[in-house]
């Protein structure tokens, strides 16, 4: 079986011919630590069912069009590398804050910080905000 026929099956409460297993993410630092592998290689090593991240178009830092601007600062920071992202609008601007250590990289200062901000991101985003809930 592959890893969709693997899927299918257990959600149909079907017998797969193994349990239908993956990690939701690599480092960059782990597959050095095991030899440098690409995260395919990983996956064949190691047995587990491929996961393949897409990441939705999103524009280029300082790009922009009549509604919005992008802009990316590096901040000094001796412990780790650190950026702000602001994204400007007509209507008012969201900034976040992610720091990065060589091994992973988080979110510090988070995107939503107040309840107005999700109307700012539905203004940016009307095709994700308009999804029906589940």
């Known amino acids: 079986m592959n890893s969709r026929e693997r899927l ?6 079907q017998c797969p011919d193994r349990l239908p ?3 939701h993410h690599l480092m960059p630092s782990f597959l050095s ?23 939705g178009p999103r524009p280029a830092t300082g790009a922009h069009d ?11 920071d001796p412990t780790c590398r ?3 992202f602001h994204i400007v609008t007509p209507r008012g601007s969201l ?3 992610l ?7 988080w979110v510090r200062d ?8 999700l109307n700012l991101i539905e203004g940016l985003c009307p095709s994700l905000c308009a999804m029906s809930p589940m």
Request: glycine share 8%; aromatic share 8%; proline share 0%.
């Open 99 to 105: 720091q990065d250590d060589g091994r992973t990289e």
């Open 110 to 117: 988070r995107l939503i910080k107040k309840k107005g901000d």
């Open 66 to 76: 009549e509604d919005w601007l992008v802009e990316r600062e590096d901040i000094a």
């Open 8 to 13: 299918i099956a257990a959600l149909n409460r």
């Open 82 to 84: 650190t950026t702000r």
């Open 21 to 23: 297993a993956t990690t």
């Open 33 to 55: 630590s095991v030899g440098g592998i690409s995260e395919q290689e990983f996956f064949d090593r190691f047995g587990l069912d491929a996961i393949r991240w897409v990441a």
């Open 95 to 97: 900034s976040m804050l």
